[in-house]
């Protein structure tokens, strides 16, 4: 194909070698003139492994060349993939002035294109930027429509600096967010023979994607060096202890834990939280991180109970109120704390779950029950459907196929709410909100 890589700081110079390197024929747009000429030269403006190599023989060959003018390269090519910088302002918002200059350069120069052109974001931008920011100023520049006149895909990159180029050919994933599943296709047909899963997505999850990414691995960073402080006062080995960690793919490196949904509880994950935060403070050892989760774990109740607020209504049935479905355990279940904070505003409530009921009947959990909630036992029904005859709110708070008839036979007037956010549930005709988006 024909590209024009707009942007040849790290992003654009090692795409710009690996596509001409590919076979495509590939300009190199940037508006710093030294950095053209470099590359013209055949030279890196950027210092990173086997790129130097990649780009002369790409000069060399013809398949590489880079210019100055923003129209010639859009004339030239069917796709133009954009890199420039997004850089942080001071307050963390992003500068978009180099987005808006390239889609004022890339826009006018379609003016007088009549082949289609799909304009390919490969820079980080925040969720929304494409539609609110983008497309306006594509369109603007342009006088044609985003779709009809010509196509938009956020494509972001993953590559890391230092081995940016082994990255290339070793994609953790491709990730291509479009609304015309043509542009998407002819997208993905620059990444043919490459290895890793290529995801199709929307538009707005594919910006929201990378954001995500380098959050996690900063956490991940930030996560191993407060354990590697808390081994050190402990007289530990941390890599020992990350080690062993990382050997567990079932649960430590693995999709478990990470659904958005709601608040952790039980047993043991805020017990062992607070004893090992305890042990940091008692000797003196500063872990903001391991901190501050406690914290954000009470601000997803508070949160799950201003939502079941906001919404007016005073009869809720509750299905599910252990931490988690499957058990009766209701040692600091968060759904629990939500139940009794919805007491103290008054609601009219009715519970159910059936482990708890079975273990309330077989006496298992019973003195936990009336010692520790004795006003919850009250408001325990026996089975789901009883719960929700004449409830207006349905608060999920566990998964459980048990609830499913119940939930089957709800009328357009009632609403789920639903904690877990899993999605988890039959055909229904009651609203259904996720507390989670
Ligand atoms: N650096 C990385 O490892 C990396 C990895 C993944 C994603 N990203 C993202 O990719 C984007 C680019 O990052 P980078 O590190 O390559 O940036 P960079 O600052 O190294 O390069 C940006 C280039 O864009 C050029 N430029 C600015 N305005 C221009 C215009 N109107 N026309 C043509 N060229 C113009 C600049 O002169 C510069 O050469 C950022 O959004 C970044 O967050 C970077």
Known sequence: MNLSIFGLGYVGTVIAGCFAKAGHRVIGVDSEPSKVSLINSGQSPIIEAEIGDILRDAIADGSLRATGDAAEAVAASELSLLCVGTPSQPGGELDLTYIRRVCADIGAALRGKSARHVVVVRSTVLPGTIENVVVPALEAASGKRAGAGFGVVMNPEFMRESSAVRDFYNPPKTVIGADSADDAALVARLYEGLPGPVIHTAVKVAEMVKYCDNIFHALKITFGN??????????????????????????????????????YGGSCLPKDLRAMTWFARSRDVTVPVLNAIGHSNTHQIENAIRTILAAGRKRIAVLGFAFKGGTDDLRESPVVTVIEALLGKGCELRLFDPSV????????????IEQHIPHLAKLMVASAGEAVADAEIILLGNINTAYHPALKSLTPAQRIIDLTSSGHHPDTSAAYERLAG
Not at 233 to 249: K, L, N, Q, W
Not at 358 to 367: F, K, P, S
């Open 226 to 263: 407060e354990i590697g402080l808390l081994a050190k006062a402990a007289g530990v080995d941390s890599h020992e202890v990350m080690r062993i960690f990382c050997e567990d793919t079932k649960l430590n490196l693995s999709p478990a834990y990470l659904k958005p949904g709601f608040a």
């Open 357 to 368: 009921n079975t273990a309330r009947l077989v006496g298992a959990n019973r003195r936990y």
